[in-house]
């Protein structure tokens, strides 16, 4: 079985493999530059999903692993599965969700071979011994790859390169495509009129789109994705995988610092930590967690400048997230496994009330935000239900608003953002009967009024949102994504002025939970549950810019003020990870 192997290079390592370079003769008839038209990276919709995709058939020999989804559509032929296995994703076929790829893979297609010619080759040409720069190039009929196709970006990880061919597209055995100096695997587009046929050994990188079919010969592999239109894609104990952990690029450079113990093991049961707020005063970190039982649940507070716990304070069982009042006196808690939520005294650390919330009824109540004289409390454990607590003291219910689904982390709007300031948005999974299957949303309420008054449809069933936050100019929401088929998942980018999503990013988790953004809305932090790692996005790219090792099972994050540091909680163990960015994002 072969595998896909990171190798360390230039700034920014991507997944590489070096090989003797042998070059073989080719004539550029045409080279020309138009710097007037950059060459574009098109979206792939509901094909970003997809680690292979096909018109008619897959069909698989030996031991191949894909890591995403296996789609066809129209055709609902897929044989050799196992032996081949999936490390995440899920098999579609002729279904819904494969036709929407294909759909999808066609505008793309599309849309590539619109793009203008930077340099052009009129007769087959050998793309082996080249190192190109970012750039559209166009083959009028085929092309080869013998020895080495080296990438190169200079130092720009946002640089494209769309290769546009004829006809074929036929790597020679033990050959490889290289990026160097920034380049990404998911910037580099092959356009293909025909098929693709990849040699024996041979690696290669990028977006396959091709007319026809794509064939991997034995041990081929591919870093990216194969999307074939209309016919066949056959493997032969090959490697998919779209996803590359990517590590830290000079321009933010992170390290790991320190692992806090916050909730330690109790009678061999791991204790678990989940939500993670900056306290008002900038000085700590307030951590929900319990020791290795739901009850009694506590509070810890970080410090940040020791990075240790100084204080505790008792709350209800299995608190969950934590939110502070608008002057910052007091802090409110969901307790999971009590159905309540607590109100605290900031200073002196005084517990002041558990309010029981199992009557309203309201089931594992887990996110939280304070909107004033509100506190929406939303619920991950039954469908269609916000709680609307008053935040005076003794705490009361004021309200409930109806929702249409199950929901997860609220995030209040900028009180002074472009679009529906001070609102609550709020991520909502509505599930049918098929387990794994609904119709995920994000969902704009009144806190004043208990009402919903904006909601925007999200675009990939089968995966549930579970939180939100919002740039700071209120034009964006951001909504983590776990997808229960075990696909890569990501986050949708929200358009909050047209109520639209915008674009899918891909962050190589399936399960992407909490999120913290930084004072600028340029960085987005997210929590990758099943790989241990937390992503950061780059928000003017819509794309991962670093992957950060997490511990076990991250959770939550919480950014200091002046973003130099973030705190992320990790379920799994119990630990708050300490992760230091040089500069502060």
Known sequence: MMSITPHPQGPRRLPITKTVVRIAGAVLLVASSNMLTAQVAPSLGEAQRFAVLAGSTVTNTGASVLDGDLGVSPGKAVTGFPPGTLARGAIHAADAMAA???????????????????????????????????????????GTVTGTLTLDAGGNPNAVWVFKVGSTVTTAASSSVNLINSAQQHNVFWQVGSSVTLGTGSKFQGEVLALTSISFNSGASLLG?????????????????FCVCIEPYDAIASKVVKTITVAPTVNSVKGSVFGATLSPDAKSIWVAGYNGTTNPGFVSLVDIESQAVTSKIGVGAGPADIAFSAPG??????????????????????????????????????????????????????????ADVASSSPLTIHGSIAIPGQSGRPATLPANGTYY?????????????????????????????????????????????????VSPDGKYAYVSLFDSTGAAGGVWVVSLENLSTKTVIITCDAANYGEAMSADGKYLLVAGFLENQVALIDTETDSVDTIIKGGHNPNAIALTKDNSEAFFTNQGDGTVTVVSFVPSL
């Not at 004043?448 to 904006?454: C, E, G, K, N, R």
């Open 421 to 469: 300031p001070g609102k609550v948005a709020i991520p909502v999974f509505v599930s049918t009967s098929n387990q794994g299957t609904g119709y995920p949303s994000l969902v704009i309420v009144d806190p004043t009024q208990d009402s919903i008054v904006a909601r925007v449809s999200l675009t990939s069933s089968g995966a549930a949102p579970e939180a939100v936050v």
């Open 100 to 142: 929407q790829a294909q759909t999808d893979t066609t505008t793309a297609y599309n849309n590539l071979a619109a793009e203008a010619c930077t340099t052009s080759y009129g007769i087959p040409t050998e793309l082996g011994g080249k190192t190109l720069t970012p750039g559209v190039y166009c083959l009028a009929t085929s």
């Open 225 to 241: 994705r194969a999307l074939a239109r209309n016919g066949a894609v056959t493997l032969n104990d090959n490697a998919v995988s």
């Open 329 to 386: 006196g007091r802090a409110f808690v969901t307790n999971r496994y009590g159905a309540s939520v607590s109100m605290v005294q900031v200073s002196p650390l005084v517990l002041k009330q558990t309010l029981d919330l199992s009557h309203v009824p309201l089931q594992l109540p887990f996110g939280i935000v304070d909107a004033n004289s509100h506190i929406l409390i939303t619920t991950m454990g039954n469908d269609g239900l916000v």
